[in-house]
Nanobody
Framework: QVQLVESGGGEVQAGGSLRLSCAAS????MGWFRQAPGKEREFVST????????DYADSVKGRFTTSRDNAKNTVYLQMTSLKPEDAAVYYC?????????????????WGQGTQVTVSS
């Protein structure tokens, strides 16, 4: 059983930055998803186990960066130029194997989520 623990959420003004962390051990590809009230959970970013490949939703490209430090068993989501529409609960997820995915159905484990609030 894989336990994922997100941290780093909070409230920030529009244009500001936050870095989310997800503690996760094991050889997994990882994803970040988010869910705003009344909306479906949506893909944000993904990274393979080695960190050599990443992919992003169009809405966050150029503003968000995902990375990982396998020595620390941690995956990061650096968020910059935050907009009010980025406000959501952010979840990290893990999937077996070395390939990334933007499909939440392909992930095997999920964290509990961390709230990100962006004030205008």
């Amino acid at each position: 059983q894989v336990q994922l623990v997100e941290s780093g959420g909070g409230e920030v003004q529009a244009g500001g930055s936050l870095r989310l962390s997800c503690a996760a051990s094991g050889r997994y590809s990882m994803g970040w998803f988010r869910q705003a009230p009344g909306k479906e959970r949506e893909f944000v970013s993904t990274i393979n186990w080695s960190g050599s490949h990443t992919d992003y939703a169009d809405s966050v490209k150029g503003r968000f960066t995902t990375s990982r430090d396998n020595a620390k068993n941690t995956v990061y989501l650096q968020m910059t130029s935050l907009k009010p529409e980025d406000a959501a609960v952010y979840y990290c997820a893990a999937r077996y194997g070395l390939r990334t995915s933007d499909n939440r159905g392909n992930y095997d484990y999920w964290g509990q989520g961390t709230q990100v609030t962006v004030s205008s």
